[in-house]
């Protein structure tokens, strides 16, 4: 089996702030997945990317910056931190979009 | 765009209930349907999935499709506390950039 690893676990940022978030997969995925979930709540979808150096804005990528460097990593890069923006980020992987969704454990974003 | 909604948002029953699960979607194109569950604390985890009309069952979970109604579903049978848990529906259909669509989640409490 595979695994996502998401970088750091926890992030502490100051109001402003440019943050960047990295997520790397094992699976030897073509597609990867950022979203944003509030506490309690469902996925809301950042940015994905369906191939290395491809990029495609989700519902949520106003102030969010994304990279895909090579098939296996996907960072996501918060452009200037607000404190209404704390939450979990989510990264994911899938061989195709109509495949299973493996998921990494998350970073927590706090915005000081 | 495809619409996903979840129904009920919240949902608390005892222990040994048949829990259901609702989902409707917007696109009669659609191909892919799938449940997940996360666990608090925890990344989402897929469930189950299904391609085309009818039921499926795995253990105590059946997921049931009507495309001509637009609705998927989650049964649970014999409910037990480690159910509880917050559970997304998604959807998949080509014409949406080659994604999930999400609902906002079912959050279920199965109390002892």
């Known amino acids: 089996g595979g695994i996502i690893t998401q970088t750091p676990k926890f992030l502490i940022g100051q109001e402003g702030q440019k943050l960047t978030l990295k997520c790397q997969q094992n699976f030897n995925h073509d597609t990867m997945y950022w979203y944003r979930q509030d506490s309690g709540k469902g996925l809301r979808l950042i940015y994905y990317s369906i191939t290395e150096n491809d990029l495609q804005k989700g519902d949520l990528s106003e102030g969010y910056d994304a990279s895909r460097e090579k098939k296996s990593s996907f960072s996501l890069t918060v452009t200037s931190a607000q404190k209404n923006e704390m939450a979990v980020f989510l990264c994911a992987s899938s061989f195709n979009a109509n495949t299973e969704v493996f998921f990494g454990k998350g970073t927590r974003l706090t915005v000081v | 765009q495809q619409k996903v909604q979840q129904s009920p948002e919240s949902l608390i029953v005892p222990e040994g209930a048949m829990t259901s699960l609702n989902c409707t979607f917007s696109?009669?194109?659609?191909?892919?349907f799938a449940w997940y569950r996360q666990h608090s604390g925890k990344a989402p985890k897929a469930l189950m999935s299904i391609f085309s009309n009818g039921e499926k069952e795995e253990g105590r979970f059946t997921i049931h499709l009507n495309k001509a109604s637009l609705h998927f579903s989650l049964h649970i049978r014999d409910s037990q506390p480690s159910d509880s848990a917050l559970y997304l529906c998604?959807?998949?259909?080509?014409?949406?950039?080659?994604?999930?669509?999400w609902g906002l989640g079912t959050s279920l409490v199965v109390n002892p």
């Open positions: 998604a959807a998949f259909n080509v014409g949406d950039n080659s994604k999930l669509i």
């Open positions: 696109d009669s194109a659609s191909q892919y």
